[in-house]
């Protein structure tokens, strides 16, 4: 089945460095993916999502990219805020509904 | 507040007692998922509902688990014999068919410690 491996934390950064969460997946085909993400206290959320290959998603300030020839989905930020400490899951779908998670990469940024 | 909860946020049991916990979608939302979440791992597809059927079921959801959504609202999720692997943050999540796939709105989970 299809699977899903990110960069492990914990990343600690200062604000308004620049973030790189790496992501790569397995999988038969090209499934969509996604970047999820859980605020401390709150449920996990969908932060951005690319449905094919070139595609480039992108929210709140963060970007990635689906890379089909490195299998590749890294997360991307030009300038963190503090406000972005969580944690950040890369997924993947499998079949017709499953979801299919990164172990997670927890970010904490420093003022 | 319209977004999927989860009952109850903390459960502490001892290991062969039964557990049942509680999730209620979003109010619209058709599909209802559950996850489990042990410690530094990204949570684990159980099992997926649509209105009350349950089309699919993980192979982690062993004999002991038990998953019903009786009238295709809300659903509960029974645990027998409790063992301490069961130990773990229990997610639920909801979507609609008129979304995308993809978009399920996730509750703030269940935490579930067996002792």
């Known amino acids: 089945g299809n699977s899903v491996t990110q960069m492990e934390g914990p990343v600690t950064l200062s604000e308004e460095a620049f973030l790189t969460i790496n992501c790569t997946y397995t999988?038969?085909?090209?499934?969509?993916l996604f970047w999820y993400v859980q605020y401390p206290g709150e449920g996990l959320q969908l932060l951005l999502k690319a449905t094919k290959a070139d595609d480039k998603g992108s929210n709140k300030g963060f970007e990635a990219t689906y890379r089909k020839e490195t299998t590749s989905f890294h997360l991307e930020k030009g300038s963190v805020q503090v406000s972005d400490s969580a944690v950040y899951f890369c997924v993947s779908i499998q079949g017709a509904q499953k979801l299919v998670f990164g172990q997670g990469t927890r970010l904490t940024i420093n003022p | 507040d319209t977004g999927v909860s989860q009952d109850p946020r903390h459960k502490i049991t001892k290991r062969g007692q039964n557990v049942t916990f509680r999730c209620d979608p979003i109010s619209e939302h058709n599909r209802l998922y559950w996850y489990r979440q042990t410690l530094g791992q990204g949570p684990e597809f159980l099992t997926y509902f649509q209105n009350e059927a349950q089309l699919e079921k993980s192979r982690l959801l062993s004999d002991r688990f038990s998953a019903e959504r009786p009238k295709g609202s809300f659903s509960t999720l029974e645990i027998q014999r409790t063992e301490q692997g069961d130990s773990a943050m229990y997610l639920c999540a909801s979507s609609s068919d008129r979304g995308p796939i993809y978009e399920q709105y996730f509750g703030p989970g269940t935490r579930l410690t067996v002792t």
């Open positions: 999988a038969t085909g090209y499934p969509s």
